[in-house]
């Protein structure tokens, strides 16, 4: 063919067409051969999924405890053109157990899902495995204990009491196979908080812990509740001095006596509201009239509801020395009683009385027997009869500074009505 002929044929519209309707014969008859031919795929990966599970839970108290594998792999011979509609995250290996009503071990076939708009009906499929070996348990039930750990710091002058943290509520009933149950010893709640100030409460999921302390990692346990109600208190912090309510008694008073506490402060925690007005904390009170010689003791440190002792002491020492003074033992026969009811009589049985009366050496030269009057009261025995053993007060006439040691009692006999 001459260059001329190749010229007037490339110029020509018409070799064009026919060029064009020939590349598009070609192409279609390459893409229906090729879209409609057979392939196969492998496709790994494919999840377990058990349909109806939930249901069967639910309605007949039965729970899939084991299965053999999470996942198969399948050969899928058909259609490359549907093949390429979807891969294998697409695909599920379902096994439907809303049939089962009794616990048992089970080996099942399974049903691979193709995604909607995938006709499957010309697919040839190989499975890997053939069968799924799960067994099914009758569910149980467990109380389990709630505990929590603040993870965090409070401000300064404060303290986050961790070790009293409540819950809402504090055991939680959980649900599951016995195997996975055996398995759990508590559950884990934290709370957190920065520079924390005062008492707050939080709504927070919880963790199940084994007996070690390690998270359990669950697949068939549940409960019935989400989040637990954690509070965390959160308290002040303060030194306070301690003190004693001293009752003047026996010629003893605080300015001719050392009084000593052991030890002089502690450092509390508790509520702002109860240790910010607090000055001194009253540990106690003694009569200096029941001691007729120094005396040493101990009294517990008595702290109210939700207030605690940081420095750890649960007593205190007391230490007591009487300055400058002696004591001298007195008979007195002066005996008395008063506010007797009308129409009762009374008879002192009590003649004489020994008396220790303490006061400065100068001033007891100055007592004699005469001066010292023992009276009782009977305003309480308006309804007693016959002898009984009245609580006594101890009078000295004529000079200041000195008192009567210990306790004292008149008997009497009382008749009438």
């Not at 496709?43 to 349909?51: A, L, R």
């Not at 708009?117 to 348990?137: H, K, L, M, Q």
């Not at 007729?292 to 007591?320: I, R, Y």
Request: with cysteine; glycine share 6%; proline share 2%.
């Amino acid at each position: 063919m001459t260059k001329e002929t190749l010229k007037k044929l490339y110029d020509s519209k018409y070799f064009w067409i026919a060029l064009s309707v020939l590349t598009s014969i070609m192409l279609w008859v390459y893409i229906t051969t090729t879209e409609e031919s057979v392939q196969q795929n492998t496709y790994s990966n494919i999840p377990v999924v058990f349909s109806g599970e939930a249901s069967m839970r639910e309605n007949r108290g039965l729970i899939i405890s084991e299965v053999d594998t999470t996942s198969v792999r399948v050969k899928i011979t058909g259609n490359r053109r549907i093949l390429g509609k979807f891969n294998a995250s697409d695909l599920q290996a379902v096994i439907d157990v809303s049939t089962v009503t009794s616990a048992n071990k089970n080996s099942w076939n399974y049903q691979i899902v193709f995604p909607s708009g995938v006709d499957s009906s010309g697919f040839s499929i190989e499975y890997f495995p053939e069968i799924i070996n799960f067994t099914v348990e009758k569910e149980a039930s467990k109380q389990v204990e709630v505990r929590g750990t603040f993870n965090g710091n409070a401000a300064d002058g404060y303290i986050a009491n961790s070790d009293t943290m409540t819950f809402d509520p504090a055991v939680i009933t959980v649900f599951g196979t016995e195997s996975e149950l055996e398995k759990i010893d508590h559950v884990a709640v934290v709370i957190s908080g920065e520079n924390v100030k005062s008492t707050f409460t939080e709504n927070l999921p919880y963790t199940f812990m084994d007996e070690s302390g390690n998270e359990l990692k669950l697949s068939h346990v549940t409960a019935g509740t989400e989040t637990i109600a954690t509070t965390l208190t959160v308290n002040t912090i303060k030194e306070v001095a301690l003190a004693l309510d001293i009752i003047p008694g026996g010629g003893a008073t605080e300015a001719n006596c050392t009084i000593d506490i052991d030890p002089k402060k502690v450092t509390l925690s508790g509520g702002a509201d109860e240790l910010e007005s607090m000055e001194k904390l009253i540990i106690g009170s003694i009569d200096l009239s029941d001691y007729a010689e120094d005396v040493e003791f101990t009294l517990p440190l008595q702290l109210s509801e939700g207030v605690q002792c940081l420095t750890g002491e649960t007593e205190v020492k007391v230490s007591v020395k009487f300055n400058n003074l002696a004591t001298k033992e007195f008979e007195t026969s002066d005996l008395r009683y008063n506010n007797l009811k009308d129409g009762c009589y009374a008879t002192l049985i009590t003649k004489k009385l020994k008396v220790v009366i303490r006061a400065p050496e100068e001033t007891l030269e100055k007592i004699s027997a005469k001066d010292i009057r023992v009276v009782a009261d009977l305003a309480d025995y308006t309804s007693s009869s016959g002898t009984v053993k009245v609580p006594a007060k101890i009078y000295i006439d004529g000079v200041t500074g000195a008192g009567a040691v210990g306790d004292y009692t008149l008997t009497i006999n009382l008749t009438g009505s």
